[in-house]
């Protein structure tokens, strides 16, 4: 079954570092675009951070720019959110989202309008909390 899971995700104090991942079994990743997506309470799902398959390119939502990378690595299936200097706004359950790359024409349209419609593979998400 081609599925894709997130880890990584837990409790943090502000200021803190986690690192989320993306595994995809049942299909590559290379001809997907990805992205991360999350839902704080309250609110709409909005992306956060998008990459290409195919030339790397990325988009970052203003909020996390210059603290979140996202980064892939194709030999292992998995693309992973870098989250540094993590703030309390940042909660919320984070999810991996993939998209035919020839389906998507670019990353910054997939981030901004993809986050509340469809992708061809969805994750459960994974909760992400920053508290002190």
């Known amino acids: 079954q081609a599925q894709v899971v997130e880890s990584g995700g837990g409790l943090v104090q502000p200021g803190g570092s986690l690192r989320l991942s993306c595994a995809a079994s049942?299909?590559?990743?290379?001809?997907?675009?990805i992205g991360w997506f999350r839902q704080a309470p309250g609110k709409e799902r909005e992306g956060v951070s998008c990459?290409?398959?195919?030339?790397?390119?990325?988009y970052d939502v203003d909020s996390v720019k210059g603290r979140f990378t996202i980064s892939r690595d194709n030999a292992k299936n998995t693309v992973y959110l870098q989250m540094n200097d993590l703030k309390p706004d940042d909660t919320g359950v984070y999810y991996c989202g993939a998209e035919p790359q020839v389906l998507v024409t670019t990353v910054r349209a997939m981030c901004i309008m993809r986050a509340r419609g469809y992708l061809e593979h969805w994750g459960q998400g994974t909760q992400v909390t920053v508290s002190a």
């Open positions: 990459i290409s398959m195919n030339d790397g390119s990325t």
């Open positions: 049942g299909f590559a990743l290379d001809s997907y675009a």
